[in-house]
């Protein structure tokens, strides 16, 4: 990479004509050209933005589907004479009470949106294509990614799926549920194209997966700055690798299951429905051999988000950095090998006993990561600004998560809860205690990197108390009603479970109250939010180091040289100096470049 | 009932307060407990490891906050290889027991009892359909919720193991028994099984609430054999899985045997055994296979089922449910010793679910290798003159 310039960092990014050194975005030019300039646009950062706003309304349809779900669940369908109560959705909808049918149609097709949007347009792509995008070439001090087009491609192939999607809900809508088991996916609606639709858009979601992944991989591999062996690296590039060698392996096998699906529903070639030979069994197995470890997809990036929040929050060195990044990987690995436990109630085979016990090894490295984390808090200099806050709630509903897993690890117990309202609780403290809490957290913690604008730090915890208590409100009740016998995608419910689901949808106003107080402190900050240093936390990394608040154009004035550890907190900074008032060491005349 | 009565009384089940509080009912089989006990031992691991790791997580960022540490700020190691160890290997010595006892309780909740009272049960959208040991069918359904949604009655003997045979006509469904804490995966192409042993008393009352034995309670009805428990769809299966239930009602023995011979003398077409024998004539299976044992070009069907069959390839299994099931729809994938050349059609198909069931069962009444419940000597033969409950 040339020497750009010799300018020093500042936080004054160069306005002129050189937009080389200016903010990557200052308009060019008036609005149509700046608009075609995002729309062609090479820049990962750029990118990375595009797809942040696009999965954050993605996330916005997602939670609406889920709070009409929750409405649906606060009272049970009751018929009498023939006229249904307590149908919420189908009264949204005006349909007919007497036609009480319809309205668990539209809840099952409620239920089925908001897994799909959640998992194939919000979890997978969340974190690495928004700020993944946007931060591995900043944090490994490279110019972009090492396929600038590719890139783009992926964000115009994740576009098209959406379209798919969005199309297959304008023809009314699938109710398969998200993970379209065969044959009920093969037979549903079978005179309608939607879920040949939907599925399609599946398929194309995975290659925009498929594309980031790869470039990911290359990035990683070949465009660290000079002086950033593997192990300079920030734990965050850890994470997105292990993600991202996830996302290239398996998304081809779910490409493969789906056209097979749509294969059988257009051309009845019996793969999966036994009616024409197939098995409904096997498609269960190539699902679950993708989905499986697309878990780890969604988690690994939270993870390792997290590893930055707890670092920078606590100005300390994270704990066992070797254990951290290698558990990343090993979660890689063992998560291809554990598909078998969503199973256990298929067939009382053998092997069951096998997918158990692999389960069981799997929560190890996740266990470390966890311990490793809370164990650089120790003895730290810990900030309770709004990131530190959602690690601080990453570890407490992740913790929840994780432990929660040992009841479906362990066969017998899996048996009474499989398939219950446990499974949909335990998921969801994984998911989004774990994935979009660090999200979140993670937004907020970059948010003045990537728009060079601070936000309320007050009302941002405002938001982040009712985000936490909601959450907790919405899914605990779920894992009691689970353990109970309340079985998942019920539009209607024997009466006993009443008070949970009721404590649960009220969570979930508090939850989406919560959400929406981030988005307004978001809009405000971008509108008057006062002016981000170049390094608000006082991280070491070299996005927050080396460039700008908003990085220019370019992401670096000159290439940089890495000269220290990415959490050497103890040699670089003292644990006094506030933020913008350390001066950085000098680069060391004797690394070798 | 005042609070403290309700602990003495958890105490005197057996029950923990927290497993009063979780699950509201102990569980009504004799697997339930088991898997009740291992639930709330992971539920405590569970407890007291969440609370580990929460006291740090809320103590430090105070003990250790940035405005505090102006004077006593210490440099600390980043890395531990010891501690690293041991909390990687503790974890796994806690999960190993847990392994090992699921493991446990999946093997007594799958492998029933030779002596298992069979029932076969047909799923389909949306409704359950049981077959009882003499060909009896249910045909009653039962109003026992607020809903009009009526729901099949399945009848089980009290204290004795009850194996179920399943099978769909459509979609992947699931058999699932709260109460029970078990459940499984029911398929359109396979049989599979699950068994329990259901407790004489149930917990829940007619209309699926709980039993309040407290008298002065609006809810108090006398609990009685016979009340029952819930069955739920537990895989999604579309427009109404959530009212794709059934309502297991728990008899004494002799009134379980009254039950099922009223059953079968009310069934106009004859029993599912006599329907099997029909289908089997019709579809001319005994122009082949005898069934008094008697030599023919196929195997005879007096004593199939349970017998271990050799095949031409040199293996050897026996003869179960999904294996008839397996050789009337494909019968050429495996030939029997001593039957090569004899070309019996495939019938996969020709032959409709509901037929090949009630082949399968007919087969099944013509072996001896069929598993028999043990009836007690008092209740060798019921008097069907006195009406059921």
């Known amino acids: ?593 | 009932m005042s609070t403290s009565m309700d602990t003495l009384l958890a105490l005197a089940e057996g029950r923990s307060l927290l497993h009063r509080i979780w699950f509201l009912s102990r569980g009504d089989s004799s697997q339930a407990a088991s898997t009740d006990n291992l639930f709330m031992f992971i539920l405590w691991v569970c407890i007291i490891s969440f609370v580990l790791l929460l006291i740090p997580i809320v103590y430090f960022p105070f003990k250790y906050h940035r405005s505090k540490q102006a004077t006593n700020y210490v440099q600390s190691p980043s890395h531990h290889t010891l501690l690293e160890l041991a909390w990687s290997v503790v974890p796994l010595m806690v999960m190993i027991p847990i392994f090992v006892w699921g493991f446990d309780g999946y093997v007594s909740k799958l492998a029933s009892p030779a002596d298992a009272e069979e029932i076969h049960i047909r799923g389909q959208m949306w409704n359950w359909t049981p077959r009882y040991r003499n060909g009896a069918e249910t045909d009653l359904s039962a109003r026992i919720t607020d809903t009009e949604t009526d729901v099949p009655v399945i009848y089980v003997p009290a204290e004795r193991p009850v194996k179920l045979i399943m099978s769909s006509s459509d979609v992947i469904h699931s058999f699932f028994v709260p109460d029970f804490r078990t459940k499984m995966d029911v398929f359109p192409n396979r049989f599979t099984s699950m068994w329990f042993k259901p407790m004489r008393e149930s917990t829940r009352g007619p209309g699926g609430k709980y039993i309040d034995e407290d008298e002065k309670s609006p809810n108090f009805r006398k609990p009685y054999p016979g009340s029952g428990h819930w069955v739920f769809c537990a895989e999604y299966c579309g427009t109404k899985h959530a009212e794709m239930g059934a309502w297991i009602v728990v008899l004494p023995r002799r009134e379980f045997e009254i039950k099922i011979h009223e059953l079968a003398t009310i069934f106009p077409e004859g029993t599912w055994a006599q329907a099997g024998k029909t289908i089997s004539t019709r579809k001319g299976c005994l122009q082949c296979h005898s069934i008094d044992g008697s030599p023919n070009s196929g195997p005879t069907w007096k004593n199939m089922y349970g017998a271990t069959h050799t095949y031409t390839d040199g293996s050897s299994e026996v003869v179960d449910f999904n294996h008839l099931r397996e050789h009337i729809l494909y019968s050429q994938r495996k030939i029997m010793t001593g039957y090569a050349g004899q070309n019996m059609p495939i019938f996969a198909g020709q032959i409709k679910d509901t037929e090949l069931d009630a082949i399968i069962f007919y087969i099944k009444t013509l072996s001896d290798k069929t598993p028999q419940p043990e009836l007690d000597k008092a209740n060798q033969e019921p008097d069907f003159s006195q009406p059921a409950q």
């Open chain 1, 1 to 593: 990479m040339a020497t750009i310039s010799s300018n020093p960092v500042s936080g004054h990014p160069h306005h002129g004509h050189d937009h080389a050194h200016a903010s990557y975005l200052q308009p060019k030019g008036g609005f149509a050209a700046t608009v075609w300039d995002w729309m062609t646009t090479v820049d990962h950062k750029k990118i990375g933005v595009m797809y942040l706003f696009a999965i954050l309304f993605m996330f916005f349809l997602g939670g609406v589907a889920a709070l009409a779900v929750r409405m649906e669940l606060f009272t049970p369908t009751v018929v009498t004479g023939g006229v249904a109560t307590g149908q919420e959705l189908a009264k949204f909808w005006g349909v007919d009470a007497r036609d009480w049918a319809e309205g668990n149609n539209i809840y099952n097709r409620t239920m089925t949106l908001h897994g799909l949007i959640m998992v194939f347009l919000v979890i997978v792509p969340s974190v690495p294509a928004s700020l993944g995008n946007f931060l591995i070439p900043l944090m490994i001090g490279a110019k972009d990614v090492a396929f600038p087009r590719l890139n783009l491609a992926s964000w115009y192939v994740y576009l098209l799926g959406s379209m798919f999607a969005i199309t297959a809900v304008i023809m009314g809508g699938v109710d398969t549920g998200w993970t379209f088991y065969t044959p009920y996916s093969t037979t549903t609606d079978a005179e309608s194209m939607k879920v040949v639709w939907m599925v399609l858009g599946a398929f194309i979601l995975g290659f925009s997966s498929i594309f980031t992944g790869l470039n990911f991989i290359v990035t990683i591999h070949k465009l660290r700055a000079p002086g950033m062996g593997w192990f300079d690296m920030p734990l965050f590039i850890w994470g997105m690798y292990g993600a991202a060698v996830i996302q290239v392996l398996a998304t081809p096998v779910i490409g493969i299951t789906l056209l097979l699906l749509i294969f059988e529903r257009l051309f009845h070639i019996g793969i999966f429905d036994p009616r024409m030979g197939g098995d409904p069994v096997l498609f269960q197995h190539f699902f679950w051999f993708y989905s499986h470890p697309v878990v780890y997809v969604m988690i690994l990036p939270g993870m390792a988000i997290m590893s930055e929040l707890v670092a920078v929050g606590a100005r300390k060195k994270v704990f066992g950095y070797r254990a951290v990044a290698f558990s990343s990987l090993a979660i890689a690995g063992i998560s291809f090998i554990v598909w078998g436990h969503h199973l256990f109630t298929s067939q009382g085979e053998v092997s069951a006993v096998i997918f158990s016990a692999l389960t069981f090894l799997v929560a190890i490295p996740s266990a470390v990561k966890v311990f490793n984390w809370i164990s650089t808090y120790y003895r730290g200099s810990i900030t309770l600004n709004t990131p530190s806050l959602y690690a601080l709630a990453f570890l407490f509903l992740f913790s929840i998560g994780g432990l929660t897993g040992l009841f479906l690890g362990a066969l017998a117990t899996d048996l009474h809860l499989h398939d219950t309202y446990f499974i949909v609780a335990h998921f969801h403290y994984v998911m989004m205690g774990g994935t979009i809490i660090a999200f979140v957290g993670g937004i907020h913690f970059w948010w003045p990197k990537m728009f060079g604008k601070m936000y309320n730090e007050n009302w941002a915890k405002v938001g982040w108390l009712l985000v936490f208590v909601g959450f907790n409100l919405t899914f605990f009740p779920q894992f009691i009603m689970g353990s109970q016998g309340m079985p998942r995608r019920y539009a209607n419910y024997v009466e006993e479970f009443q008070i949970y689901h009721q404590l649960s949808t009220v969570g979930s106003w508090v939850l989406a109250l919560g959400f929406v107080i981030h988005l307004l402190t978001f809009i405000h900050s971008l509108v008057a939010g006062p002016k981000a240093d170049p390094n608000p936390h006082g991280a070491l990394t070299l996005e927050w180091t080396h460039t700008s608040s908003p990085p220019i154009e370019h992401n670096f004035e000159h290439e940089p040289v890495v000269t220290h550890g990415p959490y050497d907190f103890d040699d670089v900074i003292p644990p006094q100096t506030r933020p913008g008032e350390f001066q950085l060491p000098k680069p060391n005349p004797n690394l070798k470049h």
